[in-house]
């Protein structure tokens, strides 16, 4: 079982930007796509973006294309989600995700997830 911890949550005025990070263990990164969620208040969890185990293939949810980017770094079992000009509505526990299939763009095959880090957009 891969094991992941989600970094760098924090405070952020809206339009600025913040960069969550993702350590997975276990199993070597490269093996398996990774997905960043999150989670509002009272909302359900959306999936933000998603990259292959190579990391030739990336999606972003239509809501974040442009202003945030998806990366990995294999040799250090990372995964990082660069987020610009956060607005206040994108407040939320962030969550990275993993995946045994090659479905990178496909929420509903991601299953293992970290205990997310607290994104908090000030307006």
């Known amino acids: 079982q891969v094991q992941l911890v989600e970094s760098g949550g924090g405070l952020v005025q809206a339009g600025g930007s913040l960069t969550v990070s993702c350590a997975a263990s276990?199993?070597?990164?490269?093996?398996?796509?990774m997905g960043w969620f999150r989670q509002a208040p009272g909302k359900e969890r959306e999936f933000v973006a998603g990259?292959?185990?190579?990391?030739?293939?990336?999606y972003y949810a239509d809501s974040v294309k442009g202003r945030f980017t998806i990366s990995r770094d294999n040799a250090k079992n990372t995964v990082d989600l660069q987020m610009n000009n956060l607005k206040p509505e994108e407040t939320a526990v962030y969550f990275c995700?993993?995946?045994?299939?090659?479905?990178?763009?496909?929420?509903?095959?991601?299953?293992?997830w970290g205990q997310g880090t607290q994104v908090t957009v000030s307006s």
């Open positions: 276990g199993r070597p990164s490269s093996s398996f796509p």
């Open positions: 990259i292959s185990g190579s990391g030739l293939f990336i």
């Open positions: 995700a993993t995946q045994k299939g090659p479905y990178y763009n496909d929420a509903s095959k991601y299953y293992n």
